[in-house]
């Protein structure tokens, strides 16, 4: 390490990053940039982290293609501006590569709501199903599984397992229901949701489709069942991007983690993004709290120390190795 830091583990553990200070008077951006070059790092970013830290993305996506990126990475470090989730799957299917992630406290509410013990568990009372789960888990729950998806790639996943084979969907319950709806397959679903799409408010957006009758309203299936029925276009992260560039319409109410409508606004610079409204009246639009605890200043001083470093015990990742590679040879 190029420099001295008064900052023991336990403090780490405890905040969850680095906390030294930075120099205001460099320019950030760049500083980052430079220090991709000397550490031969490469930064994947999530479609919902701030802005600025999507503009300085070596890769930027949903799940399923940072994960795709992920496994093909020659450099030597991987610094991952996300989620705990995502940084842990690029070091499962890349194991030998140093993972950093800027926040070790930037988790997810739908991976906490599947406690890996509680799920085996449940898990048993179905011995013959099949286990599918979405990609928003912990490393212990993939090791749980048979194969791993993204709501991108979900229902080719789903229409890949016999139909005479019972099916458990974990741990998205409002995922899991419009696959039922799409596929048609029965599925046993364990009972987890996302704070972030479950914010969002019925009454208000179909209020605002009023104000903005030529808007289109469109939506991430990880929301409830009554807002994904009066949507015009269902997709994911990825699919609602790919949609708002080929459809015609001029202006979109969007129903997922705000900070897509950068990158969409990028993309149709000529068209309009209005954030669907969200119950909590403080808020304007639904945003991850988790996702925006990486902040320029954690991604300067994680490159800069390499740390907080993703260390995960051998025996499980290769067990959750396999199901995420089934899903990527899918």
């Not at 890349?94 to 930037?106: E, F």
Request: with cysteine; proline share 6%; net charge negative.
């Amino acid at each position: 390490m190029e420099k001295s830091l008064d900052f023991t583990n336990n403090k780490l553990r405890k905040l969850g990053y680095i906390s030294a200070p930075v120099d205001r008077s460099m320019d950030l951006p760049q500083a980052i940039q430079n220090l991709k070059k000397e550490k031969n790092a490469v930064l994947l970013a999530h479609y919902y982290q701030e802005p600025a830290i999507q503009e300085l993305a070596d890769y930027l996506g949903d799940s399923l293609y940072l994960a795709q990126q992920a496994e093909k990475i020659e450099a030597d470090i991987i610094v991952f501006a996300g989620v705990h989730f995502m940084a842990e799957t690029a070091k499962i299917i890349n194991p030998t590569k140093k993972v950093l992630l800027p926040d070790l406290k930037a988790g997810c509410s739908l991976a906490d709501s599947c406690p890996p013990d509680d799920f085996e568990a449940f898990k048993a009372l179905h011995p013959k199903a099949v286990v599918v789960t979405y990609i928003n888990c912990s490393a212990d729950i993939k090791a749980l599984s048979d194969i791993v998806c993204t709501s991108s790639n979900a229902i080719k996943v789903i229409e890949s397992i016999p139909k005479d084979r019972e099916i458990i969907f974990a741990p998205d319950k409002n995922l899991g229901r419009y696959l039922i709806r799409e596929t048609g397959r029965k599925m046993i679903l364990w009972d987890g949701a996302c704070i972030v799409h479950e914010a969002f408010s019925f009454e208000k957006i179909v209020e605002l489709a009023k104000i903005h009758p030529k808007a289109k309203f469109i939506a991430h299936p990880e929301s409830e069942s009554p807002i994904l029925d009066i949507a015009h276009y269902v997709g994911s992260t990825s699919g609602l991007l790919r949609f708002v560039q080929d459809d015609p319409s001029t202006s979109y109410i969007v129903a997922t983690e705000a900070g897509i409508l950068h990158e969409m606004q990028k993309c149709c610079p000529e068209k309009t993004f209005i954030p669907a409204p969200v119950e909590d009246d403080t808020c304007a639009c639904s945003e991850c709290a988790f996702m925006k605890l990486n902040t320029l200043d954690k991604l300067y001083n994680c490159m800069l120390y390499e740390l907080p470093e993703i260390e995960l015990d051998t025996k499980l990742m290769n067990k959750a190795r396999k199901p995420i590679e089934r899903m990527l040879n899918l």
